[in-house]
């Protein structure tokens, strides 16, 4: 009982920051509506039994990737001019419904009765750092090491277009 | 070999590409301005090291199938898109050397980043569960997108660049939300636990079929079929010609080999697929080819061309889930490597005929250059009669497979729709060759263009595989 109250006061703080960083014309207003809707998002993790991702979520969303956008947003410096606030035009309308479509339609019929499943048994350890590294080293050891390139990529690439003199 | 392990052996071509990229990134920090000169060679005589290696692995008698616990898969099918790939990233190294000269553009780290795409390409081709798969394609596609804008000072090749990436970041979140369905409701990531799931049919659930549909819709982003293709004449046309050449064959290679794949091997269920593939077949070619009539310049021409082929694999993937895999694999592999000789050719053609800032892509420009220059000149009209799949050339040959496999198994109507589209074709592909031969020069006389001999040997090498590829024996 608790569980589902604590679930639908964290599903409304996460939609409604969520439509602020859409809705707002001040960057900053949208980045912090970010950082809630971050933070929301971590304890419905927690909720769900799964500690590392909660914490790597604050971490790395929360903590670095929210850096970098104020970094962003500092360095393009706008002008207030600038930030006048966006007309929906017909297609947008359109894409964006279509779009919740394909989003919401899998969702909604997960959450009616023909599609629901009953939850799965926890195993012993789930979800913590133990149960994920070792996923992580063995079944998909091969993924995670290919990432590392991945990443890699990006940085010499973001160099390779972003550097002033070649 | 026997006291490594095999994880090291089997996937020695991918260890041998990544140490490269790695080796040639260092290269220019170690070394400097004798780095740069360097890495040209160091890279082509890497990627035929590796070559050598898929090769070699080949030639093994057994095959050493699943590794890493089953997330990848090292068989005939996957050690030939390795090797297809390979061919396309070397092609695209000598094509490039010449070109980055002439435009006086600094190498850099564009040939680490070709090694790069070639790793993810490698990943891509062995992927055999979803993780893999999806970072496979998302290492190829971001070395891809940096490639295609290398050129920032042209705007042509920027604006490729940002196309491809923002159409291209659109699919992933297409295919990493199919993923993301599919995991939910089998519960699986690795191919073959999908297919046992299905077969014993105790789903029922749409989310399998949804989650399908947006792999298909991401993966047909990815290889540019016909309705999700409007990035790719842009971006062919717009990136600088060699990089070109890697996006419409190695790239291409990696994606529809693993969307065979995955077709074939996760959800090769009796039926299912045939009408939704059979419809973006008969769209993806006829389009591509309607699209491919109209233009004036040979470049885009190639690139609504390459929508085009794209479509001529459809139609043997419509075959999918009614002919065996290992048949389907081996006509979708004959076919890319046909391709990729055929169309790499092209477009490193094109990287050396445009001139300087690639200016001359149009079919005037190529008037009269058979007398000029002969030698080039018969290279690029030996491509065009390929594309165009006339007879003793390997395009013919791959085409005639994929055809007879979609014949096999009562795809009539289909077949019919792409071998009319194939007549359609050879109007603007023997159109460059009218423009080569048979139009007088006007005006001043033009001296021919000079040809290095590292460009010859390549043009060599394509033509030799497109004439020799239909005789070899049927593909490995």
């Known amino acids: 009982m608790l569980e589902a109250i604590l679930f639908y006061i964290l599903a409304a703080v996460l939609l409604g920051m969520g439509l602020l960083v859409i809705t707002r014309t001040n960057p900053i207003a949208s980045a912090l509506g970010l950082v809630a809707a971050f933070a929301a998002l971590a304890a419905l993790y927690a909720l769900l039994s799964a500690s590392l991702v909660a914490i790597i979520q604050v971490l790395v969303y929360a903590g670095g990737i929210m850096v970098l956008m104020i970094f962003v947003i500092m360095l393009l410096n706008l002008h207030p001019d600038d930030l006048k606030p966006m007309k929906a035009q017909g297609l947008t309308v359109v894409s964006a419904l279509m779009g919740a479509l394909v989003v919401l339609g899998p969702v909604i019929w997960v959450l009616s009765p023909a599609g629901s499943q009953p939850p799965a048994a926890l195993t012993a350890g789930f979800g913590d750092i133990f149960a994920v590294g070792d996923k992580m080293f063995t079944g998909y050891l091969f993924p995670f090491e290919m990432l590392s390139l991945v990443l890699l990529t990006a940085i010499v690439g973001a160099l390779v277009l972003a550097k002033r003199k070649l | ?476």
Request: net charge neutral; proline share 4%; aromatic share 14%.
């Open chain 2, 1 to 476: 070999m026997d006291t490594f392990p095999i994880e090291l052996t089997a996937l020695l071509p991918l260890w041998i590409v990544v140490g490269g990229a790695l080796a040639l990134l260092l290269l220019e920090a170690l070394l400097g301005e004798e780095g740069r000169k360097a890495s040209p060679v160091l890279a082509g005589t890497i990627l035929v090291l590796a070559l050598g290696c898929v090769f070699h692995l080949l030639s093994l008698k057994g095959m050493p199938g699943s590794l890493f616990q089953g997330a990848v898969v090292v068989d005939l099918y996957s050690l030939t898109l390795e090797g297809i790939c390979l061919l396309s990233a070397l092609l695209t190294c000598v094509f490039s050397a010449s070109y980055l000269r002439r435009e006086r553009a600094v190498t850099g780290e564009y040939y680490a980043l070709i090694l790069l795409a070639v790793s993810g390409m490698f990943t891509l081709a062995l992927a055999s569960d979803f993780l893999t798969f999806f970072v496979g394609l998302e290492l190829m596609s971001l070395a891809a997108y940096v490639l295609a804008g290398y050129l920032r000072v042209q705007e042509r090749s920027t604006e490729a660049a940002l196309k491809y990436f923002m159409l291209g970041v659109f699919a992933s979140g297409f295919l990493l939300y199919g993923i993301a369905l599919l995991y939910g409701a089998s519960g699986v990531l690795h191919f073959p636990d999908l297919r046992h799931f299905l077969e014993q049919g105790r789903y029922s659930s749409p989310l399998v079929e949804a989650g399908a549909a947006l792999l298909l819709v991401g993966l047909g982003f990815k290889v540019a079929l016909v309705p999700f293709h409007g990035w790719a004449p842009d971006v062919y046309d717009g990136a600088p010609a060699p990089v070109a050449a890697l996006l419409s064959t190695g790239v291409k290679t990696a994606a529809f080999g693993a969307f065979t794949r995955l077709f074939a091997e996760a959800f090769g269920l009796p039926g299912n697929w045939v009408p939704a593939f059979a419809v973006l077949a008969v769209l993806t070619m006829t389009l591509g080819n309607l699209g491919a009539l109209g233009q004036e310049s040979v470049k885009r021409m190639l690139a609504y061309s390459s929508v085009a082929q794209a479509g001529y694999l459809m139609v043997g993937l419509s075959a999918a889930s009614l002919a065996p895999a290992d048949d389907l694999e081996r006509a979708v592999a004959f076919y890319l490597l046909a391709y990729t000789l055929m169309t790499a050719g092209a477009f490193g053609w094109i990287a050396w005929a445009a001139g300087k800032g690639e200016t001359g892509t149009g079919f005037e420009d190529y008037r009269g250059l058979g007398l000029k220059c002969p030698w080039m000149a018969f290279m690029m009209a030996l491509f065009m009669f390929s594309l165009a799949g006339m007879t003793p050339t390997a395009g013919f040959f791959g085409k005639y497979y994929l055809f007879k496999l979609a014949l096999d198994h009562g795809l009539l109507g289909l077949v019919l729709v792409a071998v009319l589209n194939s007549f359609v074709s050879a109007y603007y592909y023997l159109r460059v060759v009218v423009f080569l031969y048979m139009k007088p020069v006007e005006g001043k006389e033009t001296a021919g263009l000079p040809a290095p001999l590292d460009l010859r040997v390549a043009f060599l090498l394509c033509g030799l595989g497109v004439l020799a590829a239909g005789f070899l024996k049927f593909p490995f």
